[in-house]
């Protein structure tokens, strides 16, 4: 009777490796769901994960994969860390251009490292992404003012704690054509939104404004949270129009 081939051992290298088989679609959204830092480990992996990285479509960025979980907020070392990190990672990243841009600082202390997220933001917006979720910290205050938008192919936008200029309305009217989904949190400085495009709006904000204005044709979901109750900004008035047409 002819012997029956034992079962090859997990690990022993004789298991044939189906993912590096698949192709670099699909190995490039494996990693678009990894955390950055982690999806460039992959490149122990095998010789053909080494350069997968440098062209992933997505960019997921965060201070928590520099630091324990337990920690209450980040401090300048383990920042050097992040920003060696990403800088390299903006730098020698080939994708044509993103689908998305994510990146989160958590509850950093010190001065600088919003002229880190400058450049940052500024080098991720080249990549023309259309998503980009951008949640900074906001330990003394809304200190990081966001550049002005143009970006022809941003279809989702997710802020938290940013200082947007007056004319962030007219931004998103000219610069961004085809914006569909637009979230803002704990963010300052703007006076309402201007858009053709905008279907999905959310904003839970301090208003610095007593006039605040939405004009967008599109719209079919609003969430509103304003401070109505706060003294000073009880006379604060939303001014929508052409909403649901």
């Known amino acids: 009777m002819e012997a029956v081939p034992k079962r090859a051992r997990a690990g022993s290298g004789s298991a044939p490796d189906r993912l590096s088989a698949l192709s670099d679609e699909l190995l490039h959204l494996v990693l678009s769901f ?4 982690q999806a460039m480990q992959t490149t122990v992996l095998s010789k053909r994960w080494v350069d997968l990285w440098r062209s992933m479509p997505a960019l997921n960025l965060s201070t928590s994969e520099f630091i324990c979980t337990t920690a209450t907020y980040y401090d ?13 990672l903006l730098m020698r990243d080939r994708a044509p251009r993103l689908d998305a841009f994510r990146l989160n600082t958590g509850h950093i202390h010190g001065d600088d490292w919003y002229r880190d997220v400058d450049r940052w933001f500024r080098r991720a917006m080249e990549y023309c992404p259309v998503v980009m979720e951008i949640s900074l910290a906001r330990a003394g205050g809304v200190r990081y003012h966001l550049p002005k938008l143009v970006s022809c192919h941003l279809k989702r936008l997710d802020i938290s704690g940013v200082f947007l200029e007056r004319s962030f309305a007219e931004q998103l009217h000219s610069g961004c054509p085809v914006l569909e989904d637009l979230k803002i949190f704990g963010c300052r400085g703007f006076r309402g939104f201007q858009s053709d495009t ?23 979901s609003v969430s509103l949270t304003l401070p109505f109750w706060a003294t000073g ?5 939303l001014d929508i129009q052409e909403f649901l047409l």
């Not at 990894?34 to 830092?37: A, D, G, I």
């Not at 300048?76 to 390299?88: A, D, L, S, V, Y």
């Not at 905008?198 to 719209?219: E, F, M, Q, Y």
């Not at 900004?233 to 008035?237: C, E, F, K, R, T």
């Open 34 to 37: 990894l955390p950055s830092r």
């Open 76 to 88: 300048q070392e383990k920042w050097g860390k992040m920003e060696n990190f990403t800088t390299n």
């Open 198 to 220: 905008l279907k999905n709006l959310a904003v839970d904000c301090w208003i610095d404004a007593h006039t605040w204005t939405i004009r967008d044709p599109s719209l079919a």
């Open 233 to 237: 900004y009880i006379d604060v008035l």
